[in-house]
């Protein structure tokens, strides 16, 4: 096992993988930036190494200086979290280079996958099914248009070196195809550093299913179970439930398809496969998150399991400990996001001070969080407070639960997306488990104006 590990992250996640650290005996090192100095993790953290300014490409998007401070203090493992590098193929290339480990897939496997195109014609070949689109890159207008013509309208632009639903543009039409393709080239090219776009049919009131896979480097690979992550805002996920509450038949094929995925990547450590379930039970693999998920709490209330743990022991060499028949899944978990956001004001962002901060407790409820009062959110990263996870024996406990949680959170300072969420949660046809991928946009038009508290 590692003795001393560089966290090169920051906010609720370097909190999680600080505890999963202490718990394997491993002595945790936290890289942060100028804006980052007061923040939960330096102060939970043995040691901590400022790694630049403000700026996320100054700091935690700075490969010589996160390797450069895990060198300085004598790590021999580096976790990139989510977000920022954590899928990136040359920090894994460069720690491999450096002797430090990196808890992830090996590079060659980020590289398998760095590109959608790239990924879904491998697990094409896989035999899993992808949703119909053009057969690669669309490197014109005319090739896009060409493209969505034989698909059919709406289809969606999607950047190749997209993920976390950034880079995705839907289009109704040729004509608004002309118009938003260079402006979605132009997208694609400032957040991802490649313009190239491919195109897939849109499948309206699809369900999003994620499918948690883990995998060690000796050919053992299983699933954790399922993740329904549908209710969704600019396809960015706002709460996510496990299990899927699909039928069992389709379960079961979705999770025989993503092992196949898996295995056939040659895929190691945590990674999820995520698919899109259309109205009349047909399912399609749309993308591979090779690193822990945000929403991986819910796989852990139902799985009984520590993914944290679970992924740096895989990265250490460990072989999975567990076979896919010993995977046992119980209850029903739900996570809803807490953002510093005005849900009134179209989501915008809200960087206030944290006056006043009461987390709730109770049976089967966990926040996972950073914050605290008098802690005041730095502009330069996303707007993340916390996450709120309720387990309950069925789905009906669980949302009971995730209400008297979300109605006891109380954050004086920015306005927040509670109001949201709650409105969410007493929704009847949320209730009847009856939601897609659009019934966050639906709910926002008949409810334009949720009032976004921020506390009394």
């Known amino acids: ?75 021999d493992a580096l976790h990139p979290g989510y977000g920022f590098l954590s899928e990136n193929s040359y920090l894994a290339e460069v720690c491999e280079h450096c002797n430090l480990a990196f808890v992830g897939p090996p590079a060659q496997v980020l590289e398998r996958f760095s590109n959608k195109v790239a990924a879904r014609q491998m697990m094409k070949k896989a035999g899993l099914p992808v949703v119909p689109g053009s057969d690669g890159s669309v490197l014109n207008l005319e090739a896009a ?47 991802f550093g490649n313009g190239e776009l491919y195109v897939e049919r849109f499948l309206s009131r699809s369900k999003h299913i994620e499918m948690q896979i883990a995998a060690d480097r000796y050919g053992g690979a299983i699933h954790l179970g399922n993740r329904d992550c549908s209710l969704q805002r600019r396809h960015q996920k706002m709460l996510e439930e496990a299990p899927a509450g699909l039928p069992a038949e389709l379960c079961e ?16 450590t945590i990674g999820t ?50 076979a896919q028949d010993d995977v046992s899944l119980r209850g029903h978990a739900i996570e809803a996001r807490i953002l ?34 008098g802690y ?21 406990e669980a949302i009971a639960r995730m209400d008297r949680a979300l109605e006891e959170t109380h954050i004086v300072g920015p306005k927040t997306t509670i109001p949201f969420l709650l409105a969410v949660l007493r929704n009847p046809q949320f209730q009847r488990g009856e939601i897609d991928t659009e019934f966050g946009v639906e709910l926002l038009r ?8 921020s506390g009394p």
């Open 1 to 75: 096992m590692f003795q001393r590990m560089l966290i090169a992250n920051r906010g609720e996640i370097a909190v999680r993988i600080i505890r999963a650290c202490r718990e394997l005996g491993i002595e945790p090192i936290v890289a942060y930036s100028e804006a980052d100095r007061d923040s939960m993790a330096v102060r939970l953290s043995d040691h901590a190494v400022c790694i630049g300014p403000g700026p996320s490409e100054k700091s935690y998007l700075s490969i010589p200086n996160v390797v450069s401070a895990a060198l300085t203090t004598g790590c």
């Open 145 to 191: 248009r060409d493209a969505a013509a034989e698909v059919g309208f709406p289809v969606i632009l999607k950047a190749a070196s997209g993920g976390g639903g950034r880079g995705m543009r839907r289009v109704g039409t040729d004509e608004e195809l002309v118009r938003m393709f260079p402006l979605a080239v132009a997208e694609a090219q400032s957040a």
């Open 253 to 268: 094929a979705i999770s025989s398809a993503a092992v196949t995925g898996a295995r056939a990547a040659q895929y190691q």
């Open 273 to 322: 496969m995520e698919f899109l379930v259309d109205s009349s039970g047909g399912f399609y693999f749309i993308e591979m998150n090779c690193r822990l998920q945000v929403e991986h709490a819910v796989t852990e209330f139902i799985t009984g399991l520590d993914l944290v743990k679970l992924q740096i022991q895989l990265a250490a060499g460990d072989p999975l400990p567990l």
């Open 340 to 373: 510093a956001e005005d849900a009134a004001q179209d989501f915008a962002p809200e960087f206030a001070p944290i006056r006043e901060y009461q987390p709730p407790g109770g049976p089967g409820v966990r926040i996972d969080s950073h914050i605290y009062a």
């Open 376 to 396: 005041s959110p730095p502009p330069y990263y996303d707007s993340l407070l916390g996450k709120l996870i309720t387990w309950g024996r069925d789905r009906t």
């Open 446 to 453: 008949k409810e334009p104006v949720l009032a976004a508290e």
